[in-house]
């Protein structure tokens, strides 16, 4: 690697935005002008968010009402995708079910070819932010050989979610806790998911293929995929009394990584991640389960006051804690990542529809492999 590139694209900006500001040594996240703390605080819907993210500003009553009931209806799917996933092994990976729905849903839309009309790409973001969410109710009920449930017109996202996995009216402390998870994973910067989706976009493709792209980054457990295998982290440590050997085995003696900690950007903490603490806590309290929460706790003070995580300004990530929340609200735990693709949408959508009609994103590598061999014929190598 070149001395001038420390991999990673780290410090590389590709693009002006307005969607979100990071401000990674002060731990502050900004969504257009607007603290994350203030919005979490004020119990802001999802759907504000979208708003925001969508047009720059937040909606007024009329405009959220409006924009819940349009994301709400939206939100079915074409049998023929119902029926695709039903065919699909049981065992599947949620993402990668969801990645093929997103782009099977292409196939339907009749507005996915229309890759200039940001009137239209608006109404597909809508449409894409409601149906991510019953796709992913609908696999988890489809692989426990449940009927999947339609959703509601009257309901929010976070409701609806909870109606179409339970199929019962939604209890709305297990709403509101998913809705402040959805705000808080909204949207950030350029991360690795959305940078994926810009560079579909700037070739001029399409929105559904676009999001799949999406999908296909978060996946991986060094970006979304890290709530999943926090959990099994924790689950495999087992308690809090087991926290101080496992972090001197696995963590000093094998070098292994402490999954939901350490970020590029943040380094201090991050202020999603302690927002996600005291849900996490209260729902520890209200559920009369604190052990996972305790766990968690007792391995970040230990990981913090360790001299190797202080040095590298390594703190928990948006996955540390949020994985204690989803699985206090009885999620599978293959369930996190797919949850948090319901919550980036509303990102992902923001910045396809900002970059629309752009310039082609096309880096460079440096080439350092020889240059002066012959070709040799077959027979002979
Ligand atoms: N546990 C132990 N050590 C760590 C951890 C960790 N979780 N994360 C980073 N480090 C160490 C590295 O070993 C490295 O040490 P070195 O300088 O001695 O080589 C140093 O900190 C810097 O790490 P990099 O991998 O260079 O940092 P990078 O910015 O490339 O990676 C990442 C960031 C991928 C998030 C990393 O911290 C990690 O793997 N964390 C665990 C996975 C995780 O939680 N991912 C979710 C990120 S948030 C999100 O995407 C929503």
């Known amino acids: 690697m070149s001395e001038a590139n420390k991999g990673g694209l780290e410090g590389v900006v590709v693009a002006d935005i307005s969607t979100s500001f990071i401000d990674g040594n002060e731990g502050i996240l900004i969504y257009a ?151 808080l994973l909204a949207e950030h910067g350029m991360n690795a998911s959305t940078f994926c989706t810009r560079v579909v976009t700037a070739t001029g493709s399409d929105m559904h293929s676009a999001v799949v792209g999406g999908i296909a980054t978060l996946k991986g457990p060094s970006h979304g995929g890290a709530n999943a295998e926090a959990m099994k982290m924790f689950l495999e440590i087992g308690s809090a009394d087991n926290v101080e050997a496992w972090f001197k085995r696995e963590v000093k003696e094998h070098g292994r990584r402490i999954m939901g900690i350490g970020h590029r950007v943040y380094k201090a903490v991050d202020p999603r991640a302690a927002i996600l603490k005291k849900h996490a806590k209260d729902l520890a309290e209200s559920s009369g389960n604190a052990k996972w929460y305790d766990l968690a706790a007792k391995l970040e003070e230990v990981a913090l006051a360790d001299d190797y995580f202080k040095e590298r300004k390594l703190y928990p990530n948006v996955d540390y804690y949020s994985a204690i929340v989803l699985y206090t609200l009885n999620l599978d735990v293959d369930m996190f990542t797919p949850l948090f693709a319901m919550a980036r949408i509303a990102g992902w959508t923001a910045h396809i529809i900002a970059q629309m009609g752009g310039r082609l994103i096309r880096p460079r590598a440096n080439y350092v492999g020889p240059k002066d061999r012959k070709w040799v014929p077959i027979d002979q190598r």
């Not at 937040?58 to 409006?66: G, I």
């Not at 049998?79 to 782009?103: D, E, W, Y």
């Not at 849903?105 to 973001?125: H, M, P």
Request: net charge negative.
């Open 33 to 183: 002008g607007y603290r994350i703390e203030d919005l979490a605080e004020n119990n802001v819907l999802f759907e504000e968010v979208c708003h925001l993210m969508w047009h720059n500003r937040l909606p007024n009553r009329q405009e959220l009402e409006d924009l819940r009931y349009q994301i709400a209806s939206g939100a079915h799917l074409p049998t023929s995708v119902i029926n695709m996933m039903k065919a699909q092994p049981k065992g599947a990976n949620p993402m990668a079910v969801l990645r093929t729905a997103v782009s099977a849903l292409s196939l339907y839309d009749t507005d996915a070819e229309n890759l200039t009309d940001r009137e239209v790409a608006f109404k597909k973001a809508i449409r894409l932010t409601g149906q991510i969410a019953t796709i992913t109710a609908a696999w988890d009920r489809i692989r426990k050989g449940k009927e999947p449930i339609a959703p509601r017109v009257d309901l929010t996202l976070a409701q609806n979610f909870v109606w179409m996995m339970t199929g019962e009216q939604p209890d709305q402390t297990a709403a509101d806790a998913i809705n402040a998870y959805l705000v």
